[in-house]
């Protein structure tokens, strides 16, 4: 008997108002039904929302230290239950479970770090203009926040939007990617057993177009935290403005690895490998563009293409898998679509290109040499295991290449040479930088985003930048005569 599961609307686990259902599939094995999700109408949504509207006065009263206490509550038992949150996670999405538990153990520190932040919610005193005058800011919630999410973080990133949108006083309507709706669901739970009370989260799985769109398109939502692709993305923005509601987009990314030539070639390859074929190369902070420099390029192509080659992919339960599959048959049927791209637009294929293995959506890390900076496969993103490496001569060189894209999210080099490294790192387009380290991998307290077409440019997620997206400043002047 496949589990059904329920969404969370004003304090009741509820079914869609017209019954339907999806499936939620194991991309490592297609036989396998996880469980059934409602499909939420835009009916569900509205009620859903209202009901976030109905309980933001109770909460935004809620002394802020009290709502952290929550969040604190909420880390202890994800770190409680790590093991089984991270097992749903690597059945629905695919990852490994040592990537599973990575990501499950940045949701347990992000409900601690931002459980503080209920201590923080500071305003500003300012100098008088008479003698007679206060004058000071506070900070408040803004309303009701929808937070819409994708399937390749799917513990992670609704986690560092749910908590800080709580903490600072806001209720929240929850639509999680419906490809990994599980460990969404999971969070909820967590949160509620924590002792959040009715109406504060709200929690509606279901198709983008109906029930992201429900939310993108209401009145009586105050902002909207997005992450996925750009094309949604851009979708929700223009849905919004109508409103002129609040809103964080945080979207694709085509992100430059430069390998110099006086690179170490061992830590080159280990973070072209960590960055590219990591989560299978679903993260929008992937390396899926390696620009290398002449004079270390034949063996670095070399040594690259010898690590891809040894991969094992398979089952991420198993404990001798280092790249899970695809998390669809669609994405899948993407990275097969861009490996053709690739080699029609004349780039050298040197490892994979193919499927591997059977009974799920597996495909083997690939590998292109002789990538030239205009071929689609350098310029759109793939989200999958698909690595491009194109060669550079001099730095400058490098640098243009990399900011060759519409994206901007995250860039990495490999040198030794610290003069070499600042200038990538004053001149390269991207809103992170890593100097010896895998674009890929961010820090809970670190402000997180992209530049260019990577994000709307509004503002930035994680650490304290969290504040100026979930709260509003209002200036208070008292005249005491
Ligand atoms: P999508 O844009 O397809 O979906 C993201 C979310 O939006 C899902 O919950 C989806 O629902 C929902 N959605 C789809 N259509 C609409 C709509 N018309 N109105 C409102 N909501 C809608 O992205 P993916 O889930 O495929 O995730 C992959 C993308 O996410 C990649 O482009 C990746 O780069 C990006 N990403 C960016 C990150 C960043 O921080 N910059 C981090 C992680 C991922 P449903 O699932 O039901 O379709």
Not at 85 to 106: D, N, Q
Not at 211 to 225: C, L, N
Request: net charge negative; charged share 20%.
């Amino acid at each position: 008997m496949v589990q059904e599961y329920r969404n969370y609307i004003g304090g009741e686990w509820v079914d869609a108002a017209d019954g339907a259902r999806f499936e939620n599939i194991n991309p490592a094995d297609n036989d396998e039904v996880l469980g059934t999700f409602p499909k939420a109408t835009a009916e569900d949504v509205q009620r859903a929302i209202a009901t976030a509207r109905e309980a933001f006065p109770a909460w935004a009263r809620t002394p802020a230290p009290r709502r952290g206490a929550i969040l604190d509550k909420a880390s202890e038992i994800v770190a409680a239950r790590l093991d089984e949150f991270a097992e749903t996670l690597t059945r629905e999405e695919g990852k490994t479970l040592f990537e599973a538990r990575g990501e499950v153990t940045r949701t347990r520190d992000v409900f601690k770090y931002h459980s503080g932040a209920g201590w923080r919610m500071t305003g500003d005193v300012l100098p008088p203009t008479s003698s007679d005058e206060m004058i000071y800011t506070q900070r408040e919630p803004l309303g009701v926040i929808g937070v819409i999410t994708p399937w390749n973080f799917p513990s992670a990133i609704p986690a560092w939007k749910i908590a800080p949108a709580l903490v600072y006083g806001n209720t929240v309507v929850f639509k999680p990617a419906s490809f990994a709706p599980h460990s969404a669901l999971l969070l909820v739970e967590a949160l509620l057993e924590a002792g959040l009370p009715p109406g504060v989260i709200n929690f509606v799985t279901g198709s983008g177009s109906v029930a992201g769109e429900a939310i993108a398109s209401s009145p009586d939502v105050d902002g909207i935290t997005f992450t996925g692709s750009h094309a949604v993305g851009k979708e929700i923005y223009q849905t919004a403005v109508d409103h002129m509601t609040r809103i964080q987009l945080e979207m694709g990314g085509k992100n430059p690895l430069i390998v110099l030539d006086d690179a170490d070639l061992e830590l080159a390859t280990k973070l072209a490998v960590i960055g590219g074929f990591g989560a299978t190369g679903q993260v929008c902070t992937a390396s899926s563009r390696v620009i290398v420099q002449q004079g270390i390029a034949g063996e670095f192509v070399d040594s690259l293409t010898n690590a891809a080659r040894n991969l094992v992919v398979g089952n991420g339960l198993d404990k001798r898998t280092r790249m899970g599959p695809a998390v669809s048959a669609a994405q899948l049927q993407t990275d097969l679509d861009y490996i053709k791209i690739g080699q029609g637009e004349g780039a050298k294929l040197v490892a994979g290109g193919d499927r591997a293995g059977d009974g799920g959506y597996f495909v083997q890390p690939t590998v292109f040499d002789d990538v030239a900076p205009q071929m689609r496969i350098a310029q759109e993103e793939i989200f999958g295991p698909v690595i491009g490496v194109i060669r550079a001569g001099s730095i400058d060189d490098a640098i243009e290449k990399a900011n060759d894209v519409g994206f901007g999210l995250s860039a990495g080099i490999v040198t030794n040479d610290l003069r070499a490294a600042l200038t990538f790192a004053n001149n390269v387009e991207a809103g992170v930088v890593k100097i010896n380290a895998p674009t890929s991998g961010i820090a809970v307290h670190v402000p997180f985003g992209g530049f260019k077409q990577s994000s709307a440019n509004t503002f930035k997620e994680q650490g304290e930048a969290a504040i100026e997206f979930y709260t509003r400043t209002k200036s208070i002047y008292l005249t005491h005569g």
